[in-house]
């Protein structure tokens, strides 16, 4: 029988939830790096028992930690301890902490000024990493998102990483500028039908493109309009929330934008609204159906500065019409005094016949539906805030 | 020997309880006391201070003999006490609500 796992980050930790293909009930792991900040954790692919993890904190910085057993141990990859951190040719082992910009003259970028809040120039300062996106194909490559907003990837299990430097380098970084939570590279897509196309979206910068593996970008914001920034059509500068694909139609695009929901059936050329009837379309998570392309969830909040459900009704908004048309999910969620909120990667889909449909809040509840949203009920409640959430189907 | 105090966080990283003791040759001070904590334990490398520029993580502070020594240079001697063992090295995380 098939099995599911639900990876959560939260403010305080990481949790591991494992249920059979029934998906009633679960077992709950952790915390997992107890007292850290669990920005994201992921799931290889290609090996499900290679998962990611990036655990962080103001105060230590930033720490990569990968399990090879499923979320049952977990080793920062490496150098182990006691072991010398150079080879006997003198070259350094791996530091899997270790995300410093390429800014080298053969293959990097200089490392420039982005835009602060109020619009002066700031230096690129790594803070931490916000998604791992594990390879399609090969468990030991992952790719890093990270704040300041940059693309890093390693090829060798997590051990040593590099700045694929033509994004933050390709002409329009001086004009970036962080969101609220700060100028992250938050979302990565990797087209199963090309391995050189890529999509990725920062905040706040927008979405853009490689089709060359990532030696070269273009931004792809055609469409997007924004209301809070000076050329409300400029090139760059959109706060986009996440984005969002469909492995069978890699050329169709749905985004959750700081306000406003959109779609795009060419790969990002442009994108049109979809917002259609939701009761707000700002919000930060929106996913697709695993076996229906146009099936669409996300979950509207009130506003920038509000950042609850609408009426207090915790909600997730589907559309099976490929956006415009959406139906409010209401079954076994809270529909009064609720005033939490659902964060751009707390949002997943297992790929299970009955779709199941998992979202964590800032409250600290991990909801799951097996009936691809007609229902919910709760895995857990009381975790710490919850940041991220992914699920591996299992076989 | 020289006896390092770790915080919590770092210790759990490093997979050691209690203090952490280290064999140093030649003169004995931050940088040298960081560089070998480092190389025992290189799992803490970047957590204490910069990978590339060795600066101090802006919110810890090292202390020895009840003096603050975060805003020392790295080449600063620790105080004959740290240096005997009588008295440990501490790395201590600032203090912040949460």
Known sequence: ??????????????????????????????????????????????????????????????????????????????????????????????????????????????????QWYDGTPHPWEFKR???????????????????????????????MWQELPGLRGHGSGRSWAPGAGGMCLHTIILDPSDPNRIFIAISAAGTFRTDDGGKTWRPINRGLHSLYIPNPTAEVGHCVHRIAMHRSRPGVLFMQKHWDVMRSDDAGESWREISGNLPSDFGFPIDVHPHEPDTIYVVPIKSDSEHYPPDGKLRVYRSRTGGNEWEPLTKGLPQQHCYVNVLRDAMAV??????????????????????????WTLIVRDLPSVVSVEVQTLP | MIRVVLPAHLRTLARVDGEVTLDIEGPVTLRSVLD????????????????????????????????????????????????????????????AGG
């Open chain 1, 1 to 114: 029988m098939s099995a599911v796992r639900v990876l959560v980050g939260t403010r305080k930790g990481a949790f591991v939830m494992t249920s059979d293909g029934k998906r009633e009930r679960w077992d709950v792991s952790g915390p997992h790096f107890a007292g850290w900040e669990i920005y994201h954790l992921k799931g290889s692919p290609a090996d499900p028992n290679r998962l990611y993890a990036s655990q962080s904190s103001g105060w230590f910085g930033q720490i990569i930690q990968r399990s090879d057993d499923g979320g049952k141990t977990w080793h920062q990859p490496g150098t182990p301890a006691g072991e010398p951190t150079t080879t006997p040719e003198g070259m350094p082992k791996g530091e899997s902490n270790k995300f410093v910009y390429d800014t080298s003259p053969e293959t990097g970028k200089p490392l420039t000024t982005h």
């Open chain 1, 129 to 159: 990493v916000w998604h791992l996106e594990p390879s399609l194909t090969d468990p030991d490559t992952v790719y890093a998102g990270v704040e300041d907003a940059g693309l890093f990837r390693s090829t060798d299990g997590g051990q």
């Open chain 1, 350 to 375: 297992d790929s299970l016949d009955r779709c199941g449909v998992y979202f964590g809040t800032t409250g600290g509840q991990v909801y799951a539906s097996v009936d691809a949203g007609d229902s």
């Open chain 2, 36 to 95: 070998a904590l480092e190389a025992c334990y290189p799992m803490l490398r970047g957590t204490i201070r910069d990978h590339v520029t060795h600066q101090r993580r802006a919110f810890l502070r090292f202390f020895a003999c009840e003096q603050d020594l975060s805003h020392e240079p790295p080449d600063t001697p620790l105080p004959d006490l740290v240096v005997s063992g009588a008295e440990p090295f501490l790395v201590v995380g600032a203090m």
